[in-house]
């Protein structure tokens, strides 16, 4: 595109699997490919001495190097205590992720010709993804020297893509089970209006369990044929390489009856072959999981009045399992439509890149032509600028850029996109019995962005300060062991309040997820906004130290 209009690359930073894509001069998303021609990298990281290989060298690295390979870093994203260890230094999934991103990031620009920066990025994370999760994902980004524009949920992006295609109005429903996440979200699609309603799903459920169940089975095959005492599954070399043909095996299975396996170990061969009645009874209860999971999430949206839905549409590798599509008719009594599995949510989040980028050019051109009452262009509010103004403005655009938006793309500007919590967020109080429970203020499924206020009272008299402990919840559930901790805001308190003095919380969650806490000592009427800190996430001057220090380090 020209000079005017910065893109945006969309980037799927999947549990298995990563994917970059931009959208031309005609509108369409397009994937770029890596160094390998490759449209999808393998999310996983071998630490290779001084330098560090991304992708399928790494994947196959690890039957012969596990300890130095590390897949799946996403189910740890936000988790302060998941740290790889290699040669005495400590990475965390966020430096792990950085990697990734700079590899599909840096192939990227090699594809497209080496002479494009790619520095602007909307990466996608699981709409189960809750504060930290989503933060650490964005730190991953500005890790990788990257300005994160927007952190947008998979089933949204999945959606932005489809819509783009499918004009129509209509309620769809989107089931996405990828390597590691599974995400079931009902997005209802409407002229220039893309909202989230429910969304539900379970972020350790993924292929890799699939594959998981398979390597089981081949080991029980092989104890059963060699009768050894010796187990397969405790030779780290071993259990890797049955994790990479489980997964090959599990893809044979979507188009073939049975999948041909060997079992080596402590100089024994077995050969096993898997029959895909057997791999489909040995993971009903995965596939049950999806279906409970999916019931749990329809009943929400019935709640908020949606009875039906038009669609299913199927993202996610693992969704190309024959009996994921059998299980779906089934149970709904709908046909799923495959939409575009492996790249559909690069491709949307590329679009929202789009938008984002039209939407800043929009803003300025409504500056200065003073077709809006502000001169600075940040705080122009698009909801409030008229279709004709818009419409001049996307012309005036047009006309620099020298060749037409689609009308899909023109429309994208004014798309409204709303999204939904996926988790509750609450403060642990004392109930009457002195019991701690979770109360919550913003619950899940609620529209962001949101805030509430909730009047609490200390606890004891003369206390100096009160620890405001969040906790996020996925069911819910009032007992702090079902939640989650988020974080600690601590408000002091001047001396001699008596017990039981009022102090009024608030919470707001901005659009993009991000939580802030306000509290308030109603006797002294002074409100004073606490510092937040959430316990799993990095500080912007920790991330810009880290990222120094990472970028050192080569990545290929
Ligand atoms: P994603 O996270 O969407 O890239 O999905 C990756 C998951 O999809 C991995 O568990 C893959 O093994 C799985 N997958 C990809 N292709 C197939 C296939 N043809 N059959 C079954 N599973 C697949």
Redo the contacts with the bound molecule.
């Keep these: 595109m020209s000079d005017g209009l910065k893109r945006v690359y969309g980037i799927?930073l999947?549990?298995?699997?990563s994917a970059i894509a931009y959208v031309d001069e005609h509108g369409k998303p397009v994937v770029v490919p890596n160094q390998e021609s490759e449209r999808?990298t393998p999310s996983v990281v071998l630490f290779d001495g001084e330098s560090i290989i991304v992708g399928n060298t790494a994947k196959e690295a690890a039957k012969v190097e596990p300890h130095r390979v590390v897949s799946r870093v996403k189910q740890h994203m936000g988790d302060a205590q998941f740290v790889f260890e290699y040669e005495g230094q400590v990475f965390s999934p966020e430096d792990i992720s950085s990697f990734i991103l700079r590899k599909v990031v840096g192939d990227a620009e090699v594809a497209l010709g080496g002479e494009e920066k790619i520095t602007d990025v909307v990466i996608t994370c699981p709409a189960y993804f809750g504060t930290d999760e989503r933060e650490a994902t964005a730190n991953a980004g500005r890790l990788a020297g990257l300005n994160v524009r927007a952190i947008l949920n998979e089933p949204t992006a999945a959606a932005v893509a489809y819509g783009l295609e499918h004009g129509e109005d209509q309620v769809v429903m989107v089931y996405?089970?990828?390597?590691?996440?599974f995400d079931v979200t009902m997005i209802e699609i409407k002229d220039r209006l893309i909202r989230v309603i429910c969304t539900g799903g379970d972020h350790r459920l993924?292929?890799?369990l699939?594959?998981e169940a398979i390597v089981m089975a081949l080991a029980e095959s092989f104890r059963q044929q060699t009768g050894l005492d010796s187990d397969p599954l405790d030779d780290a070399e071993v259990l890797n390489d049955l994790f990479l043909q489980a997964?090959r095996g599990?893809?044979t299975?979507?188009?073939r009856d049975k999948a041909p396996f060997r079992v080596t170990h402590a100089g024994h061969q077995a050969r096993v072959e898997l029959e895909k009645g057997h791999f489909e009874e040995i993971t009903k209860h995965l596939l049950d999981r999806t279906v409970q999971l999916t019931r749990e999430m329809l009943n929400d949206a019935r709640v908020k009045g949606y009875n039906r839905f038009d669609k299913i549409i199927l993202?996610?590798?693992?969704t190309?399992?024959s009996q994921v599509r059998n299980r779906l008719v089934a149970e709904f009594e709908t046909e799923p439509e495959s939409y575009d599995?492996?790249e559909a949510?690069a491709k949307g989040a590329a679009l929202y890149g789009l938008k984002e980028s039209l939407e800043d050019e929009v803003r300025q051109r409504l500056a200065l032509s003073g077709l809006s009452d502000d001169d600075d262009s940040v705080n122009i509010d698009l909801a409030a600028v008229s279709q004709e103004d818009m419409e001049i403005a996307l012309d005036k655009i047009e006309r620099e850029l020298g060749y037409t938006l689609t009308g899909p793309v023109r429309e994208l500007v004014s798309t409204q996109i709303v999204n939904v919590l996926s988790k509750s967020l609450g403060v642990v109080a004392k109930d009457e019995n002195n019991r701690e429970v979770v109360v919550t203020l913003l619950p899940r499924n609620g529209e962001v962005p949101m805030e509430t206020t909730s009047d609490f009272g200390t606890d004891l008299a003369n206390q100096q300060g009160v620890d405001i402990r969040v906790m996020a919840g996925e069911r819910d559930s009032t007992e702090p062991g079902d939640c989650k901790d988020v974080g600690i805001a601590t408000l002091n308190l001047p001396a001699s309040l008596p017990a039981r003095s009022p102090i009024r919380i608030k919470f707001a969650i901005s659009k993009d997820g991000r939580l802030s806490v306000t509290a308030t000592d109603l006797t002294g009427g002074a409100s004073i906004a606490v510092e937040f800190e959430t316990e799993a996430v990095m500080k912007p001057e920790q991330v810009e130290e880290r990222s120094a220090a990472l970028r050192l380090i080569s990545v290929s």
């Design positions: 799927d999947g549990t298995t699997y999808i996405d089970l990828g390597g590691g996440t993924g292929g890799a699939w594959d997964e599990k893809k299975l979507s188009q993202v996610g590798g693992a190309r399992m599995p492996d949510v």
